[in-house]
């Protein structure tokens, strides 16, 4: 079946540095989410990419989806500690309505 | 906030009992979703329902079955309860803004389910 796999599993940063996780999907996706969630708290939606080669920003964050819509990435430009979290990409395939999760990547800033 | 309830928030049970989460939603949405979050493995879809009565597997469907009577309510039971389903379970709903490639998932706050 679909696998969707991140890495890296966790990131410790200084805040004020760069951090990006990878997102890599073993079938060819429709579409790609973002979601982060909080220590104690619930997956919250960030942002969907549908395009071949689409980018997105938002704010410090940028959002890619690779050409042969099989990866993605988010970088966060210079971390605060606000940006505390689990971040999980999640693919859909055909159009679907079923979102395959990958694992996470889990971000630290030190302040 | 996408009007997404689930209960009971925290739970406790033994090994063998039947055990139902609910999840309730206040804004007729089509599509709701069962997940379980576990460490390493990120959500995991368990049951999805596409409509009333209209319901299907997830990857990790095998011990849970589901029931939507009515478009706000979708529940999931665990039959008889394993320590392997002790996991964070959570409901999510769908706003589909139409067309391919649309659906964030909205969820739930969670149900923190411990098998004994």
């Known amino acids: 079946g679909q696998q969707v796999m991140q890495i890296p599993q966790y990131q410790h940063v200084q805040e004020g540095e760069d951090f990006t996780t990878y997102c890599n999907s073993s079938?060819?996706?429709?579409?790609i989410q973002w979601y982060k969630q909080r220590p104690g708290g619930h997956p919250v939606f960030l942002i969907q990419?549908?395009?071949?080669?689409e980018v997105k920003k938002q704010k410090r964050l940028t959002f890619q989806f690779g050409e042969a819509k099989k990866n993605s990435s988010l970088h966060i430009t210079a971390t605060q500690t606000t940006d505390v979290g689990t971040y999980f990409c999640?693919?859909?395939?055909?159009?679907?309505?079923?979102?395959?999760f990958g694992p996470g990547t889990r971000l630290s800033v030190l302040p | 906030d996408a009007g997404i309830t689930q209960s009971p928030r925290h739970k406790v049970t033994e090994t063998g009992t039947p055990v139902t989460l609910r999840c309730h939603q206040t804004?007729?949405?089509?599509?709701m979703y069962w997940y379980r979050q576990d460490p390493g493995h990120g959500l995991r879809l368990i049951h999805y329902?596409?409509?009333?009565?209209?319901?299907d597997k997830g990857e990790v469907s095998d011990g849970y079955s589901v029931s939507r009577s009515k478009t706000e309510d979708f529940l999931l039971t665990l039959e008889s309860a394993t320590s392997s389903q002790t996991s964070v379970y959570f409901c999510?709903?769908?706003?589909?803004?139409?067309?391919?490639?649309?659906?964030?998932?909205?969820f739930g706050e969670g149900s923190r389910l411990t098998v004994l």
């Open positions: 999510a709903i769908s706003r589909l803004a139409g067309g391919p490639g649309t659906g964030e998932l909205f």
């Open positions: 079938t060819t996706l429709s579409n």
């Open positions: 990419l549908v395009k071949s080669g």
């Open positions: 999640a693919g859909t395939v055909d159009y679907g309505q079923n979102f395959v």
């Open positions: 804004e007729n949405h089509r599509y």
């Open positions: 329902s596409y409509g009333v009565k209209d319901t």
